[in-house]
């Protein structure tokens, strides 16, 4: 908070200064309108669904508001806030010195109310045919803080200057600095196995803060325009980390075998903490360039970037590059092509669990380096044709392509490539005023679209060959079998929601039958499916439907109304292990 | 957790089975329609009202879900477990429904003078209840005042 009361006094200070410093007392306009009142607000049963975005004081509470604005022949000075109460206010002051200096500053804040999960859809208990009324597997939940009032409120602050340095290139300075402050109460859900399978809900503080820096210098060299940008993000909770118990390792319906269960489990008969958040510091670079070049304009821009969440000391590190290019091919024809590239790559951390079943036959190790699913490098080229076909209609082609590589999904130094190739045609007719019409079809094919690993079904049976896990305490025989963890073995299936084939279209018209009426329209569907599946029938539909109008019968009324419609349609499969039992 | 017996076939734990997996296709649903009006004006000249009113209603859900028979799947009878799901679907319904009506008035008492006045009342009504609950509720909201202009 202390770094926030500094940027922001720090601001505010440069704003006036900036506004005293460029007012002239000739020529001056002021407008000033004050509003003050009050509100009073009532609420009937479960109000946090229907004023989830409100602050919520039940009594009459005061409220004011002050517009500001002052102008010179070289200067303008603009303040605006409004008080609802504590939790929800606005307030925004913008200055600008003639071409010299540009400051705004704005806060706002707001209330979100949050539910509570009440667990209810997650308790079950396995059937045994032995027992009854029930004995096996059990999922239960408690909730320790059913009163609890889960809400927060978030606050940004916002500071941005601009200041001429030289006219000779036009060499300007922009810094801004962003603040975002969540402070209230939330939800938290530990899982605790294997006793029994249980969950406790219980309340939280929360106190996010989000710190964004921005410098960067902007001039002229010859016809260039170049810039650069420099960019440091801080995020940090304040709050203690959270603690929650681990029970004790024991069998679900014996209660027994607990150094038996203890080996499968990181965390038993302990206090451990839970929902760390991070402590995320990333810095960015960005330097861009833009001029012209043969008869054409061009834009460019290349990023790097790091973050690294100090609480792991682990990193991801990205660059990103991006050339467009704008030329005319004809007076009628105007060619715009856009390429651009990113890679990602994130550490890989050693991850140590405990030993499976350690000193027993069967051990097995379990310890991993968790390759990131992020590193991935991408590629998007696109080639986009306007063409004048006539005075009211113009075409326009888009053609397309984008591959993603992955370095380590699905296997670490094997990952799979995705590629997508773009279609799109575009007409649009225009009438005076009167009529404006667009209709867009755009297609996108891709092959080997991202899968999840893992496999959605199961094979029956246990196809695997048998481990030596023991001794027959009576006998000394030894003992074979399988365990749990070896059925991975018999998933198979690869599932996803991304599509092979995905088609759009898009229908967007307006309509001003006369000078007093105006209608719009705007209907866009898409259809997409997976064709890779095997015999999974997976795909999707989307349907918008928006029709609104305004109507002014004289200048004194404004009537407006609309209708919308939103449909989506997901087709994919619905798994059950099967158990007797 | 224990180890399965070393058996082919249909794996055994005690008296617990394993038989694999079952699946079939279905369809998820989610609709939103959206109806909102809108009207302001000055009927005098010292006179400023304005009125909105919008309805929203939401629905997400699947349509019913029918599995296989499981003995398609598997050998063995699974006798101690129903495999019908006949109700499967209906778990995650979303059903929500919304109205919400404001109004507002402004009055020029003088130049530079003006009384304001306005209202809000909305109400959700929940019809399935998911995860929080049931959810329907209610709210209003009053607010009147002077502004001053200068």
């Given at each position: 908070m202390r770094h926030t009361k500094i940027f922001v006094g720090v601001g505010l200070l440069l704003l006036l200064a900036a506004t005293a410093w460029g007012s002239d007392t000739d020529g001056v306009t002021q407008e000033t309108s004050f509003w003050i009142g009050g509100h009073l607000i009532d609420t009937s049963d479960y109000y946090k669904k229907v004023g989830e975005y409100r602050s919520f004081e039940e009594d009459v509470w005061p409220e004011f508001g002050l517009t500001y604005k002052s102008t010179t022949p070289n200067s303008r000075f603009f303040f605006k806030g409004h008080y609802f109460d504590r939790d929800e206010m606005f307030g925004m002051i913008s200055t600008k010195v003639s071409d010299i200096f540009t400051g705004k500053f704005r806060y706002n804040s707001f209330q979100r109310q949050t539910g509570q999960?009440?667990?209810?859809?997650?308790e079950a208990r396995e059937w045994l045919p032995s027992v009854p009324k029930g004995g096996g597997k059990i999922l239960t939940h408690d909730i320790t803080d059913p009163d609890a009032d889960y809400n927060y409120n978030r606050k940004e602050i916002l500071s941005e200057f601009s200041a001429l340095l030289s006219r000779e290139n036009n060499l300007r300075l922009t810094v801004a600095h962003r603040a975002i402050i969540k402070e209230g109460t939330e939800q938290l859900i530990s899982n605790s196995h294997c006793f029994s399978c249980h969950l406790e809900s219980k309340s939280a503080k929360v106190e996010d803060r989000t710190h964004d820096f921005q410098a960067g210098l902007d001039t002229k060299a010859g016809n260039l325009d170049v810039g650069y940008k420099f960019g440091y993000r801080h995020y940090e909770s304040t709050t203690p980390t959270p603690m929650a118990y681990y029970e004790d390792a024991k069998h679900p319906v014996k209660g027994t075998s607990g150094a038996e269960f203890g080996s499968r489990l990181n965390y038993d008969g302990s206090s451990m903490p839970i929902d760390a958040k991070p402590k995320i510091e990333k810095t960015s670079h960005k330097a861009r360039i833009k001029g012209a070049a043969g008869k054409g304009q061009f834009a460019s821009s290349f990023a790097l970037s790091k973050a690294t969440n100090k609480l792991t000391d682990l990193s991801a590190k990205s660059w990103a590059g991006v050339f467009n290019y704008a030329v005319p091919i004809s007076p009628k024809t105007r060619l715009v092509a856009k390429a651009s590239a990113t890679s990602i790559t994130a550490d890989d951390p050693y991850i140590d669990v405990n030993t499976f079943r350690?000193?027993?036959?069967s051990a097995v190790d379990f310890d991993y380096i968790r390759y990131s699913v992020l590193d991935r490098t991408t590629a998007d080229f696109t080639a986009q044709i306007f063409h004048r076909l006539n005075p009211k209609t113009t075409l326009s082609f888009l053609a397309g392509y984008n591959r993603v590589a992955r370095e380590d999904y699905p296997v670490a130094g094997d990952g799979t490539t995705s590629s997508t190739i773009i279609g799109q045609a575009k007409v649009r007719y225009r009438q005076g005023m009167k009529l404006t019409t667009s209709f867009k079809y755009r297609f996108e094919k891709t092959s080997d679209p991202f899968v999840s690993g893992k496999g959605l079904f199961e094979v029956p049976g246990d196809a695997l060959e048998p481990v030596h896990y023991g001794y027959d305490a009576a006998t000394g025989d030894s003992l074979w079998g399988y365990f749990y963890y070896m059925r991975e073995d018999l998933w198979y299936q690869a599932i996803t929601t991304e599509p092979t084939d995905y088609h759009e279209v898009n229908l967007s018209s307006t309509f001003r039958p006369s000078a007093k009426t105006t209608l719009n329209l705007k209907v866009k569907g898409v259809i997409d499916k997976n064709g890779d599946l095997d015999s999974l029938d997976v795909k999707h539909s989307k349907l918008n439907g928006n029709l609104s109008f305004t109507f002014m019968p004289d200048l004194k009324w404004v009537l407006s109304g609309g209708v919308s419609y939103r449909m989506e349609k997901s087709r994919g499969p619905v798994a059950v292990a099967l158990f007797d039992g | 957790m224990f180890p399965f017996p070393a058996v082919r076939g249909d794996s055994t734990i005690g008296e617990i089975e394993h038989f694999g997996s079952l699946y079939t296709m279905a369809d998820y649903e989610t609709k939103a329609q959206n109806v909102y009006l809108s009207i302001s004006g000055s009927p005098t000249a010292k006179l400023r009202l304005s009125s909105t009113l919008m309805y929203n209603k939401s629905t997400g859900e699947y349509d019913q879900v029918n599995m296989p028979d499981p003995s398609i799947e598997v050998s063995s009878t699974l006798v101690d477990q129903d495999f019908t799901f006949d109700d499967m679907h209906e778990y995650s319904n979303l059903d929500y429904s919304m109205i919400q009506v404001s109004l507002g008035l402004s009055y020029k008492l003088a130049d530079g003078v003006t009384f304001t006045a306005d209202g809000e009342y909305a109400d959700l009504t929940d019809d399935a209840g998911y995860v929080y609950g049931i959810e329907s509720g209610s709210l209003f909201m009053v607010r009147s005042g002077m502004k001053f202009d200068f």
């Open positions: 999960d009440l667990l209810e859809n997650i350690e000193g027993k036959p | -």
